[in-house]
């Protein structure tokens, strides 16, 4: 029921966002993939591969608007840059977890997981979804540890989180743009 009132919430503020097109029904379908991954992962901690190749067949399509656009190079490239920062990021925090652990920090359907979300979210909206899941992961576990839910060894799924990042991102587009522009701001 709660999933479902979720997705619901979803579908309206992607319509509200996108109107309704092509764009926004097959996000709509991205969206429920992903939905359907979170329950697996949180639930079995297995992100199927079908679910991802469905996802990624939707990601894709959603996509294509802002290829054929012709709004420039990085906005066609925008995609392959998402996915390839998204399942950078991932490889690069699994390597660091095997110099330092000596085992994988993530699994690969996670580093799966975010080439399809850095599809769907493009180059700047990857970025932001990765850092808004870790940051919901690290604040969840955080929370768990200090309610003695878990101990700081306890196996903790990141889909989950890293959905949830790629979904704000989807849904509050503007919202998320802006926040990027500040935060580059900042740095420069």
Not at 72 to 87: E, M, Q, Y
């Given at each position: 029921m709660?999933?479902?009132?979720?997705?619901?919430?979803?579908?309206?503020?992607?319509?509200m966002q996108f109107s309704v097109s092509i764009k926004s029904c097959f996000l709509c379908l991205f969206c429920t993939c992903l939905m359907m991954i979170l329950l697996s992962d949180a639930r079995y901690s297995i992100i199927p591969d079908e679910l991802v190749i469905a996802g990624c067949i939707f990601a894709v399509i959603s996509a294509?608007?802002?290829?054929?656009?012709?709004?420039?190079?990085?906005?066609?490239?925008?995609?392959?840059?998402?996915?390839?920062?998204?399942?950078?990021?991932?490889?690069?925090?699994n390597f660091l977890g095997q110099i330092f652990y000596k085992k994988d920090?993530?699994?690969?359907?996670?580093?799966?997981?975010?080439?399809?979300?850095?599809?769907?979210?493009?180059?700047?909206?990857t970025v932001i979804a990765l850092l808004a899941g870790i940051l919901a992961a690290g604040i969840w576990f955080s929370a768990a540890i200090l309610l003695k839910r878990v101990n700081g060894e306890d196996y903790m799924p990141l889909g989950p989180f890293l959905v949830f990042g790629a979904v704000f991102t989807l849904?509050?587009?503007?919202?998320?743009?802006?926040?990027?522009?500040?935060?580059?701001?900042?740095?420069i």
């Open positions: 709660l999933c479902t009132i979720a997705l619901a919430i979803v579908f309206a503020l992607l319509s294509l608007p802002g290829v054929f656009s012709g709004n420039g190079w990085l906005d066609c490239l925008s995609p392959v840059l998402g996915a390839a920062i998204g399942g950078g990021i991932i490889l690069a925090i920090a993530l699994g690969m359907g996670d580093l799966k997981l975010m080439i399809v979300c850095g599809i769907a979210c493009g180059t700047s909206g849904c509050f587009r503007p919202l998320v743009d802006e926040l990027l522009s500040w935060y580059i701001s900042l740095i």
